[in-house]
């Protein structure tokens, strides 16, 4: 079956780059997003990839592609406190959202 | 435009039980999806709605579980006789089409089953 994994926990310091990381099995994806959510609000989308394509770049946040291995990356740039929420990778085999499957979410602790 | 909302926030529920939890979509919005987060795991489709319609259930336990979006008022996602294993977040999305790129989503219900 359709599995998306993430690591659950990510620190990193004010001001550095972080990396959030996402795994997923189904070769046939062909969208794959991130959401962020922050504490007690909703999921909101930030971005998305088709699957031919390696990266994607959106002012702070770059996001690559290795189709090969199926995993997936989200690089924000200049982190700040207002990053600190829960990443979720999602994955799809089109762009009806019925057929999203998430990942569990990384939270993002970004320290003074 | 207000946000995706659902309601209540919190819900807590004695075993056997029923449950109501409610979404208003966005303004102008017609297509509305549920999912369901299980602790420490990732977001589960459960049902796609359109008005008055249930377009795809897949995702949706096969017994004491219901939803409905009327085609005036929220949406509504029944779960009847609760048990422990209904905790979870409860999370609804809305959109102008049924394409998963334009999808916004609530700030999600927590049930919990004591």
């Known amino acids: 079956g359709e599995d998306v994994e993430q690591s659950l926990f990510l620190s990193v310091r004010e001001g550095d780059s972080s990396v959030i990381n996402c795994t997923y099995t189904d070769s046939s994806s062909t969208y794959l997003y991130w959401y962020k959510q922050e504490p007690g609000a909703g999921l909101q989308l930030l971005t998305y990839?088709?699957?031919?394509?390696d990266m994607k770049q959106d002012q702070r946040l770059t996001v690559l592609l290795n189709k090969k291995d199926k995993h997936l990356s989200l690089r924000i740039a200049d982190t700040q406190t207002g990053d600190s929420a829960i990443y979720f990778c999602a994955e799809s085999p089109d762009n009806y959202g019925q057929n999203f499957v998430f990942g569990p979410g990384t939270r993002l602790s970004v320290l003074p | 435009n207000a946000g995706v909302m659902q309601n209540p926030r919190h819900l807590v529920r004695r075993r056997g039980q029923e449950a109501r939890l409610r979404c208003s979509p966005m303004k102008g919005h017609s297509h509305v999806y549920w999912y369901r987060q299980l602790p420490e795991e990732g977001l589960k489709f459960m049902v796609y709605l359109q008005k008055e319609n249930i377009i795809d259930e897949s995702g949706m336990p096969k017994e004491r579980f219901s939803a409905e979006f009327p085609k005036e008022g929220p949406s509504i996602l029944r779960i009847q006789q609760v048990v422990r294993g209904d905790s979870a977040a409860y999370f609804c999305?809305?959109?102008?089409?049924?394409?998963?790129?334009?999808?916004?989503f609530g700030p999600g219900t927590r049930l919990t089953v004591l």
């Open positions: 990839i088709f699957s031919n394509m």
């Open positions: 999305a809305s959109s102008p089409t049924q394409y998963g790129d334009t999808q916004y």
